[in-house]
Nanobody
Framework: QVQLAESGGGLVQAGGSLRLSCAIS????????MGWFRQAPGKEREFVAA????????YYADSVKGRFTISRDNAKNTLYLQMDSLQPEDTAVYYC???????????????????WGQGTQVTVSS
């Protein structure tokens, strides 16, 4: 059974940084699309960043481009999201997600991902 577990959230002042981690068990990284999403109160879950299935390409939402960096450690089966220059509008619950099928297309909407972590809260104060 595939399980994802996020960690690293917290409270940070505007302009600060956080690094989120997502540990994956039940299968390896290889050949699966991996991504980060977030959901702010009263808003829909939105795409943040993703790797394509081979890990050779990364994709970012315009709102985080240049500030957030997605990375991975295949040996540790762990996905990361480095978040710099955080702003109050980045406040949300952050989720990591992966698709069920190998060699799948990179997805930008939650419905394209079958496995999800429980989420980790990120709060940015002004």
């Amino acid at each position: 059974q595939v399980q994802l577990a996020e960690s690293g959230g917290g409270l940070v002042q505007a302009g600060g940084s956080l690094r989120l981690s997502c540990a994956i068990s039940g299968r390896t990284f290889s050949s699966y699309v991996m991504g980060w999403f977030r959901q702010a109160p009263g808003k829909e879950r939105e795409f943040v960043a993703a790797f394509n299935w081979s890990g050779s390409n990364t994709y970012y939402a315009d709102s985080v481009k240049g500030r957030f960096t997605i990375s991975r450690d295949n040996a540790k089966n762990t996905l990361y999201l480095q978040m710099d220059s955080l702003q109050p509008e980045d406040t949300a619950v952050y989720y990591c997600a992966t698709r069920a099928s190998q060699f799948g297309r990179t997805g930008y909407v939650p419905e394209q991902y079958e496995y999800w972590g429980q989420g980790t809260q990120v709060t940015v104060s002004s």
